[in-house]
């Protein structure tokens, strides 16, 4: 009698399957961490370059207004040019253009133009009265205009604020305390208390340790970056 076999068909075993799949699973490990990796260093590179961006931009803003101190059109003396800031910590009409010059806060004024019914006067005009201050509580820098308003956010806000912050300001943290320096017309650094010494001052050092809010995904830590420059205050040395 004559049996017909069932032909024997080539397919994998159990045991090429189990490798086939270990490795196919190693791959995909593979894929996912390449491109996992690669998205947490994109993530890193835009958190640092927006705190570049805004601490850029933030010292840029400074250092037009804080050159404009004592800029005085008309060349006026009298008292009622020269007016005397509410949000200045220690104001003193002698000073003028700069009223207040600690290493945390500083407070210029300037006249920009006839303001308000014609008349020249600092502080009739928005922005002719700035002061600058580092929160370090808050870690930030607030800017006051006129003393109206209160302190604004400048640079950073309150971690209770609702809005999204991008930088905090650390100068504290990284042992920078100083946010502003002074120095007279022979480059000596202003002894503190530098209130005293207004009249002397020729440059204002300004420094910003800064670091992104967002933890960096791939150093596990906040990128920290510092940057600095300096201020003539063109119109103050004729004061």
């Known amino acids: 009698m004559k049996i017909n076999r069932i032909p024997r068909q080539a397919g994998f075993t159990l045991v090429e399957l189990l490798i086939a799949i270990t490795v196919g699973m ?10 996992r990796s690669g998205l947490q260093a994109s993530t890193g590179i835009q958190l640092k370059a927006s705190a570049q961006e805004d601490a850029r931009l933030a010292l840029q803003i400074m250092t037009a207004e804080i050159g404009m ?9 009298d008292a009622a040019f020269w007016v005397t800031p ?3 910590a220690s104001p003193n009409q002698n000073y003028r253009g700069i009223q ?6 500083l407070t210029v004024e300037m006249a920009t133009g006839p303001g308000a019914g014609g008349s020249d006067w600092i502080g009739d005009d928005p922005n002719e009265v700035i002061r600058y201050v580092y929160d370090a ?12 308003g209160g302190a604004q956010p400048f640079l950073g806000d309150t971690a209770l604020s609702g809005r999204p912050r991008e930088v905090l300001v650390v100068n504290n943290n990284l042992v920078i305390p100083a946010v502003f320096r ?4 022979q480059g000596v650094e202003l002894a503190s208390p530098v209130t005293a010494q207004i009249p002397n001052i020729r440059r204002i050092e300004i420094t910003l340790a800064v670091q992104t809010s967002e933890i960096d995904p791939t150093t ?11 201020v003539l205050p063109r119109n103050h040395m004729v004061e």
């Open 26 to 35: 190693a791959l995909l490990a593979a894929v996912s961490m390449t491109l």
């Open 86 to 88: 509410a949000c200045a």
């Open 100 to 105: 207040e010059a600690t290493a945390t806060a």
């Open 220 to 230: 596990k830590t906040r990128q920290s970056m510092i940057y600095s420059t300096s």
């Open 137 to 148: 509580a808050n870690q930030r820098i607030t800017r006051t205009a006129n003393c109206a």
């Open 69 to 77: 101190a004592s800029y005085n059109p008309k060349f006026r003396s």
């Open 182 to 185: 002074y120095f007279n017309g």
